[in-house]
């Protein structure tokens, strides 16, 4: 089937992780049996039929961004049924993705962030909590894919950590000396201890941070945890795993990241989700320019 064709130009060609090409096949699945209902299939769309599968998922009451992501899902379909030569005209050319209202990204500032990092205290449990956070911000890897690290996946000697992509796109991220400090002081005086002996605790394929009972932390725990330092801090309100995420994502952007390395960085599978950093930076950047230069409103001279 084209379908089965495609989703395995993903897995193999792509390297998209399984949890994206099954959103695609997915996508992918809806749109077919909207096109079969109308007389029609994935290989004789037309223009027509895409519009009219667009506005059925406006009149179902989907917002926007998913109309636009499913949109999305077409577009790289055909692409691949053209480079494959099965189709000679894409039927989502020129049609328009619906416009999204900006929303603000929420992350913490410079100041913030070293506040947050320094709120962890010397104990077994606050050693664990400040290479956690140290480690969160240093790398802007995700919450899930933190929690599911193991000892194998970290190089300190060369100061790197490895993503398997179960939840992105695989990758190989560095980290500053002061998360590998945090780390290096984790592994030596606490974790071994919060083990208590019950596995090997340096089985590389041991998890990377455990809780007091020497298991793998939860998502929730890690929410525990940073509700608690971000009350110490006095981010609380803003504080989230997102947010921390695009904070390292935010601060890499003002201090000159190109697109394309941060989109690396992040583990995005669609540069479009690294975009919208650079977008907030220039929305900052003009916000300020009209606060602050003496001309920015000059009156026109006609």
Known sequence: MIKDSFLQYLRETKKMSSNTVEAYNRDIDAYDRFLNARGS????????????????????????????????????????????GRLSKDPTEEIKSPKIARKDIDYLSIEEVEALLATPDDSLKGKRDRALLEMLYATGVRVSEIIEMRLQDVNLKMGFVSCSGTHGRARIVPMGKPAMAALADYLEHSRKIMMKN?????????MLFVNYLGGPMTRQGFWKILKQYGTKAGVEEKLTPQTLRNSFAMHMVQNGVDIKSL??????????????????????IKDIYDRCHPRADFPDRG
Do not use: C, W
């Open 198 to 206: 019950e596995n090997d605790p340096d089985d590389p394929a041991g």
């Open 41 to 84: 299939s994935l290989e004789t769309a037309t223009n027509t039929d895409v519009v009219a599968y667009l506005m059925d998922l406006k009149s179902e009451g989907k917002s926007k961004s998913t109309v636009n992501r499913k949109l999305a899902s077409l577009r790289i379909f055909y692409k691949f049924m053209i480079s494959t």
């Open 263 to 284: 989109q690396e960085l992040m583990g995005h599978e669609d540069i479009s989700a690294t975009q919208v950093y650079f977008g907030e930076t220039k929305n900052r």
